[in-house]
T-cell receptor, first 114, second 111 residues
Framework: DGGITQSPKYLFRKEGQNVTLSCEQN?????MYWYRQDPGQGLRLIYY???????QKGDIAEGYSVSREKKESFPLTVTSAQKNPTAFYLC?????????????FGDGTRLSIL | DAKTTQPPSMDCAEGRAANLPCNHS???????VYWYRQIHSQGPQYIIH???NNETNEMASLIITEDRKSSTLILPHATLRDTAVYYC????????????FGKGTRLSVIA
């Protein structure tokens, strides 16, 4: 079945370590997104990519990095520069501009600091 | 910032219709109203969207006022599995622009 796969579901990090969250989609979608969600809050945009080898910062990009080397994959690295990384991270994808299609979301990765 | 206003929480009896309101008084002519819901610890799920006409699908109905400044999402026969946070979002019809989420409405369906 087509969809978005995020892994791992739960991730623990020691302070000072970088960690990478995986997001893969087999929907042939052009655009991919990373959002962060804190308890009781809505989602906030970290980075998004409209095409391969291109991406833009969202509202809270500091302390994060991304790459888009393949259409199907958009990994997010949480660096040691992110001072409060504990959160629920959600990846999404959508078809290209002008297409009447919604964003599809993965089931998220919950990151915690040890 | 989110361009919509929603009540923080609502209750609904199981089997009854759930009517979730949303105000979007600054909506532009080329912006659509989208609804998503998020069940606890899962990713958001698309429900429905519309421009100015009422819309219906297998999940819900969307009623948009004539002046487009507000809308209502209707779940005709709410079940316990409809308990979730519901987000109303306005955005231009462009598949690859990010969504701007507010805090949504937490709907509790009660047996």
């Amino acid at each position: 079945d087509g969809g978005i796969t995020q892994s791992p579901k739960y991730l623990f990090r020691k302070e000072g370590q970088n960690v990478t969250l995986s997001c893969e989609q087999n929907l042939n979608h052009d655009a991919m997104y990373w959002y962060r969600q804190d308890p009781g809050q809505g989602l906030r945009l970290i980075y998004y990519s409209q095409i391969v080898n291109d991406f833009q910062k969202g509202d809270i990009a500091e302390g994060y990095s991304v790459s888009r080397e393949k259409k199907e994959s958009f990994p997010l690295t949480v660096t040691s520069a992110q001072k409060n990384p504990t959160a629920f991270y959600l990846c999404a994808s959508s078809l290209a501009r002008g297409n009447n299609q919604p964003q599809h979301f993965g089931d998220g990765t919950r990151l915690s600091i040890l | 910032d989110a361009k919509t206003t929603q009540p923080p929480s609502m209750d609904c009896a199981e089997g009854r219709a759930a009517n979730l309101p949303c105000n979007h008084s600054t909506i532009s002519g080329n912006e659509y109203v989208y609804w998503y819901r998020q069940i606890h610890s899962q990713g958001p799920q698309y429900i429905i969207h519309g421009l100015k006409n009422n819309e219906t699908n297998e999940m819900a109905s969307l009623i948009i006022t004539e002046d487009r400044k507000s809308s209502t999402l209707i779940l005709p026969h709410a079940t316990l599995r409809d308990t979730a946070v519901y987000y109303c979002i306005v955005r231009v019809l462009s598949g690859n622009t990010p969504l701007v989420f507010g805090k949504g409405t937490r709907l509790s369906v009660i047996a």
